[in-house]
T-cell receptor, first 117, second 114 residues
Framework: DAGVIQSPRHEVTEMGQEVTLRCKPI?????LFWYRQTMMRGLELLIY????????DSGMPEDRFSAKMPNASFSTLKIQPSEPRDSAVYFC???????????????FGPGTRLTVL | AQSVTQLGSHVSVSEGALVLLRCNYS??????LFWYVQYPNQGLQLLLK??????LVKGINGFEAEFKKSETSFHLTKPSAHMSDAAEYFC????????????FGTGTRLKVLA
């Protein structure tokens, strides 16, 4: 089975440009998570969806960031306008959650390395 | 509130030596605990997890961890380090009712010396 798919794997853009990161979760998984990883701040949860509905976006740094999940097989994370401090590796993860707490494994994609010049 | 502390951001061991990576958690509810490994330029991969039942959990690549409620710990061990174990290791906790979030520790980078 294919794992979590992210595209692009690398993105280099200039400050002020719009950036869109894409994620395809594992088929059958109903939760999707977007993380950001930097040397300074480590691994941060930005937002997560359950059954395509955003549940917790408290980690989204500011209004420049937005995320959507139009269907169960696709999600986007958009940064507009991008800034150099947004440079990081962005991971998408998915899991299959039942009930009210998570014991199910989160499966991570390979990440998108974003560089904003 | 839940939190995770990983003692030692960098750990070095000799090849063949014991690997011990420490993780302590705080939680007001019974936690679910995870260890993930991240190899360079890759995503995180599950090593093992504790949900209920046996407190000694065996994972992939010869790793194991023991849930000790009295010590609020979930340390990761491997009897004999291999060069291929060099990576970053993350401990995580979940279990807050009504949320599927994990709380990750800050990570421990393991270096294996020849």
């Amino acid at each position: 089975d294919a794992g979590v798919i992210q595209s692009p794997r690398h993105e280099v853009t200039e400050m002020g440009q719009e950036v869109t990161l894409r994620c395809k979760p594992i088929s059958g998984h109903n939760s999707l998570f977007w993380y950001r990883q930097t040397m300074m701040r480590g691994l941060e949860l930005l937002i997560y969806f359950n059954n395509n509905v955003p549940i917790d976006d408290s980690g989204m740094p500011e209004d420049r960031f937005s995320a959507k999940m139009p269907n169960a097989s696709f999600s986007t994370l958009k940064i507009q306008p991008s800034e150099p401090r947004d440079s990081a590796v962005y991971f998408c993860a998915s899991s299959r959650n039942l009930g009210t707490t998570s014991t199910d494994t989160q499966y991570f994609g390979p990440g998108t390395r974003l560089t904003v010049l | 509130a839940q939190s995770v502390t990983q003692l030692g951001s960098h750990v070095s061991v000799s090849e063949g030596a014991l690997v011990l990576l420490r993780c302590n958690y705080s939680s007001s509810v019974p936690p679910y605990l995870f260890w993930y490994v991240q190899y360079p330029n890759q995503g995180l991969q599950l090593l093992l997890k504790y949900t209920t039942g046996a407190t000694l959990v065996k994972g992939i690549n010869g790793f194991e961890a023991e849930f000790k409620k009295s010590e609020t710990s979930f340390h990761l061990t491997k009897p004999s380090a291999h060069m291929s174990d060099a990576a970053e290791y993350f401990c995580a906790v979940s279990g807050i009712s009504g949320t599927y979030k994990y709380i990750f520790g800050t990570g421990t980078r393991l270096k294996v010396l020849a």
